[in-house]
């Protein structure tokens, strides 16, 4: 019996914060779609985000494109892409009139006039994973790196200057204030200047003792300062070449400083007066950029420094537009901005998130900062407090661990509605029809600790059951077409394991772990406890029902399945398995299914074997032989004579039932997840997500027919790995999920037309 739980293998992190859009604003899901889907859930991780000049738009690069927001209204005006690449890096020109984009993992430049928006200027080489790029405030040309050479843009004739010279990887650069010189540093601890319209290498400054790590031009472009390993900063007159002055002496600035900490980064305010030090231990300096004098020190307090606190050093440091202001990023749950005169800090209220990202209004009185889990927050900065949340940008936090089977979507069988749980205990119902997206459970409102909710949709499509692998035993019902909360049971007296609808959808079967383990029989419709099974003591792995609901099977940690008629109640338990070569283990794998008219149980164990159990005699009536690890799970098909099965040997395998003999195999990387699905018309339908080369993850989804062993489609339209995969229950929608942190919605129908079987 096909399952219509179908679980994501990932971190998934969908959809939060998203508010009742107009419907205007939800015609998001369907810009910019790859050939053949129908939808995307999310909108991508966020890498960068900039103001144009005026204010006007603000620019956020992401994994799927650039997407355009109005400042009036914060709705989502366009999404820029180029075939769903990725976007590292966002630059306006000095009028606002063009927007430059440079892809991550590539030396493309895409240049975009925001006033349609279509790409105006695109380069056409590409190269292979320059370290970063930067653009020239006039849109004319814009310059990124290649291990130890340069590449300069010119947008008006598409054409590239390749500049050489330097011996070593090159680390930064930096455009001076006109434009017309490239400062680079390099890890062969000198710093080259270049002229930007005819390549021409000007001059190169050496003194530093080790890799240059970070450039930057005062604002008159006289001065250019270039950070070092050695702990050193220094201040370049540009005319001359020569030294004006050596700035830090083993990391700090004057000697009168205790702490010997590691400058990383260096910033002129605009009026060039003063000159910030960003350190390695979230601290803050502030010099007199012409004494060399010490003005203000921002920091944490001493009392609230812990050794933990410090892994992460500042990210970034701002100024707001006046220059009276700085911010710094940490990337850490805090909005670190301080008055320059004064040095106060200042104070914001409200969540704030992961912090990732911020960026200044030309205005000054707007602050809008990035976040994990993936919201665009809107400050005021006068007042401190948050105005508003744009967006759902839902990037991925990849410091989880990831685990099979912990995070889920799940369709709902008439496919209007998309049931998402999110790693935080949230759980979300997304309308596909109007793109609304309603919370069923918030962060703040789940289950204690960070333990995702386990959803499963009822076969009738009119329930969810939500439940929580930590303490509390509760499981919640929900309507799956309004997402309203119809009740919630507590039975179990620990942590539950799993939860099985029967197939007329009017029983839920529930068990949980170690001294909890009975088996519960639910009420649907009104919660009541109906029956509990009990008789035995081993773990619980996996529970079915026959398809006409009259019987329960379970098997446990020690392959003995356990037979109860739902009716009655009579019990009937069959020993364990014979002959089986597989060493007891506290939880080994084991997964239970029966074909469409319940003649026939197949049992799946941890070393690949799987026995078909005759339902009325329960005896074993075959073995399949051919996985060479654990069975994940089966698909009967509707004729009764095939059995499809995936394994963790990476394999996905076709069964001859009456023969017993494996008919197709279809392989992949050992780490591979297949999932499988028989339609009426005979065709067996595969889908691997994993790595098809060397192990490593792709960003696209292929379709076999598993009668054949034939690729039969390619969906390409993820910008980064695809993490997990998901058919709805008719088969005709396959969710794929990827490293980008978006969710598409494929429309399998006319493959499946293609493929009909006569």
Known sequence: MIKTVLSIIGVLLLLLQIGMLNLSAQEYTQWELPDGAIARLGKGRINDMEYSPDGSILAVATTIGIWIYDTDTYQEQALLSRSNQEMEKVYFNHDGTVLASIEMFSEKITYWDVTLPKIKKSSKKRHDFPHFGRASSDGNTSATTL???????DTQTNTKQILKG??????????????????SGSNDRTVRLWDVKTGQHIRTLTGHQDNITFLSFSPDGSTL???????????????????????AIRGVISDNIETKEKIKKTFFSPDQSILITAGEYRTIHLWDSTTGELKQTFSENNENKKETDYIWGIEDVLFSPDGKSILSLVDDYQIRMWDIATGKRKRFTGYTGYLTNACFSPDEKTLATANYPGGIRIWDITTGKLKRTISNLNPRDNSHHIQYGTYYIAFTPNREKVI??????????WDTATKRLHALIGKKNSSKGTWPNDVLVSPNGETIASWNASKDGLIRFWNAMTGEHKRTIKGHKGPINRVVFSPDSSTLVSWGFNKDNAIRLWDVSTGRLKRTFQGYTNLIQDATFSPDGKILVAGDHEYVLHIWDVTTGKYKKIGTRQNSSVKMGRNPDLVLSFNHDGSMLAVGYKDGIIDLWNASTWQIEKSLTGHANAVISFSFSYDGRSLASTGKDGTARLWDIDTGVEKQTLSGYKRTVWQVLFYPNGLALASEMGGSQMGIQTEIVHLWDLRTGELKKTLDGHARKVTGLSFNADGNTIASFGFDD???????????????VK
């Not at 291990?147 to 843009?153: A, G, L, T």
């Not at 090159?170 to 017309?180: N, Q």
């Not at 220094?234 to 070449?241: A, E, K, L, R, V």
């Not at 969710?743 to 009909?756: A, G, K, M, Y």
Request: proline share 3%; charged share 25%.
């Open 147 to 153: 291990f130890d050479k340069i590449h300069i843009w």
């Open 420 to 429: 998402i749980s999110q790693d935080d205990g949230a759980i979300s119902l």
């Open 166 to 183: 330097h011996k070593g990887y090159i680390a930064c650069l930096a455009y001076s204030p006109d434009d017309k010189i490239v400062a």
């Open 225 to 247: 300062i270039s950070v070092s390993r050695d702990m050193t900063i220094n201040f370049w007159d540009i005319t001359s070449g020569e030294l004006k002055l050596p700035f």
């Open 742 to 756: 978006v969710v598409l919605l494929w429309d399998l129908t006319s493959i499946i037309r293609e493929l009909d």
